[in-house]
């Protein structure tokens, strides 16, 4: 059962451009969402993260637009830059007192994101 | 070290074969984690130790996976029996706690496993 559905694929922008990826999830009981950005031959980096309590949260060029209603959640990028070329994911964690509160995290699929020059 | 590093980076096996797979965490980092992925795909949760203890194994896909953590630092992931279904990259990531600063977690690169 995926827990967390993420959109698009694959996107390509102009440098200068906006990015915008989008998730959906399904568990209520999420109450943190953070985006990982992944580069090739490298593990996922954690970039910025939300609270449900928050509808934004902005940080330099990234900025995560929150929808409690809709349980949808996305990441914009301003100004893209070819630099910012990597896989993003989405997730979120879920803890669970039977199973010690890990905090285990449920990924997305992933949008691959290509920023031309 | 500054992060999470793993051995080895790299691993090709033959189908049939056992595989150790090596995660150190940060320094002072209680909780860690194992995670699959799949090319193209987002990682997975395998497991979770907090210290020495492993808390959860839910996401272990067969018998064959083992994970252990016997002093609470380094940790290894052993595939027994290896199959070609098992090639992905297994990533390990570290936190500080399970409290709510706990989830911030550090991945290493992976180690990339391919079964022939």
């Known amino acids: 059962q995926q827990q967390v559905k993420q959109s698009p694929q694959s996107l390509i922008v102009q440098k200068g451009g906006i990015s915008i990826i989008n998730c959906a999830y399904e568990?209520?009981?999420?109450?943190?969402f953070p985006w990982y950005q992944q580069f090739p031959g490298k593990g996922p980096a954690l970039l910025i993260a939300?609270?449900?309590?928050?509808s934004e949260k902005k940080e330099g060029r990234f900025t995560i637009s929150f929808n409690k209603s809709a349980k949808q959640f996305s990441l914009h990028i301003m100004d893209s830059q070819p630099g910012d070329s990597a896989t993003y994911f989405c997730?979120?964690?879920?803890?669970?007192?039977?199973?010690?509160?890990?905090?285990?995290?449920?990924f997305g699929t992933g949008t691959q994101l290509k920023v031309e020059l | 070290g500054a992060g999470v590093s793993q051995s080895p980076r790299y691993k090709v096996a033959k189908r049939g074969q056992d595989v150790a797979l090596r995660c150190d965490p940060i320094s002072g980092h209680v909780s860690l984690f194992w995670y699959q992925q799949a090319l193209g795909q987002g990682p997975e949760f395998l497991t979770y130790?907090?210290?020495?203890?492993?808390?959860?194994k839910s996401g272990l896909p067969s018998d064959r996976f083992f994970a252990e953590r016997p002093e609470g630092s380094v940790s290894t992931l052993k595939i027994q029996r290896t199959q070609q279904e098992d090639s992905a990259v297994y990533l390990c990531?570290?936190?500080?706690?399970?409290?709510?600063?706990?989830?911030?977690?550090?991945f290493g690169p992976g180690t990339r496993l391919t079964v022939l």
């Open positions: 997730a979120a964690p879920l803890t669970s007192i039977l199973t010690g509160g890990g905090n285990k995290l449920t």
């Open positions: 939300i609270r449900p309590d928050v």
């Open positions: 568990n209520t009981a999420f109450d943190y």
């Open positions: 990531a570290s936190s500080l706690a399970r409290t709510t600063s706990g989830r911030v977690k550090f």
């Open positions: 130790f907090q210290n020495e203890a492993q808390l959860d």
